[in-house]
């Protein structure tokens, strides 16, 4: 599968703090979307970004596509309990399957 | 509505049992479908992956197969179960609910003893 790299691995949030979760791959993604995982569930989809540079928002939720389509990004303000769970980049590799990051586990302290 | 169900939720085997988790998908043809295996804590690893009846890609080796007998139906199946099979299995299917998105099954939980 395509190599992408999603950092950090964990991440552990104070609530009503901002947080940043990355995705970067070594060659040029097509598009890149995002899933989110609550614990004991399954993933959910959350975006799809497909344009060079794009930027889209979701209330508190702010995806980024970088310039070089190369890298992803996943920013949360203000974050609350119920955004607990796993965030992952999904890519679609040469063959037209969809490929999920290792996944950015966040926790949220009250 | 367009769903995919999985089926057993969870179950408990041992190891050398045979295997076999269902997936059906409601209100699409012709979709793309998938099998993920997610371990404790850990990614989604690609197994199967089918674009139409009787076509299966294989994604890593292993003592796992995968079946496509109808268009709405995806299942996974072992002969024998390993202890390292253990794991949270998800069906997903593409193309369902948004162009290219992914919509998952609820899981089947595995314990292998």
């Known amino acids: 599968g395509q190599q992408v790299m999603q950092i950090p691995q964990y991440q552990h949030v104070q609530e009503g703090e901002d947080f940043t979760t990355y995705c970067n791959s070594s060659t040029t993604l097509s598009n890149i979307q995002w899933y989110k995982q609550r614990p004991g569930g399954h993933p959910v989809f959350l975006i799809q970004?497909?344009?060079?540079?794009e930027v889209k928002k979701q209330k508190r939720l702010t995806f980024q596509f970088g310039e070089a389509k190369k890298n992803s990004s996943l920013h949360i303000t203000a974050t609350q309990t119920t955004d607990v769970g796993t965030y992952f980049c999904?890519?679609?590799?040469?063959?037209?399957?969809?490929?999920f990051g290792a996944g950015t586990q966040v926790v949220v302290t009250p | 509505s367009q769903t995919i169900h999985q089926w057993p939720a969870t179950l408990v085997q041992p190891v050398g049992s045979p295997l076999s988790l269902e997936c059906t998908v409601e209100?699409?043809?012709?979709?793309?479908l998938y099998w993920y295996r997610q371990a404790a804590g850990r990614g989604l690893q690609l197994l199967f992956y089918?674009?139409?009846?009787?076509?299966i890609s294989s994604e890593v080796p292993q003592n796992l197969s995968a079946s496509r007998p109808q268009d709405r139906q995806f299942i996974l199946s072992s002969k024998k179960l390993l202890l390292s099979d253990s794991g949270f299995y998800l069906c997903?299917?593409?193309?369902?609910?948004?162009?290219?998105?992914?919509?998952f099954g609820a899981g089947s939980r595995l314990t292998v003893l």
């Open positions: 997903a299917g593409q193309g369902i609910s948004g162009a290219n998105v992914l919509t």
């Open positions: 209100g699409t043809s012709n979709p793309n």
């Open positions: 089918s674009v139409g009846i009787g076509q």
């Open positions: 970004l497909v344009k060079s540079g």
């Open positions: 999904v890519t679609t590799d040469s063959w037209g399957k969809l490929q």
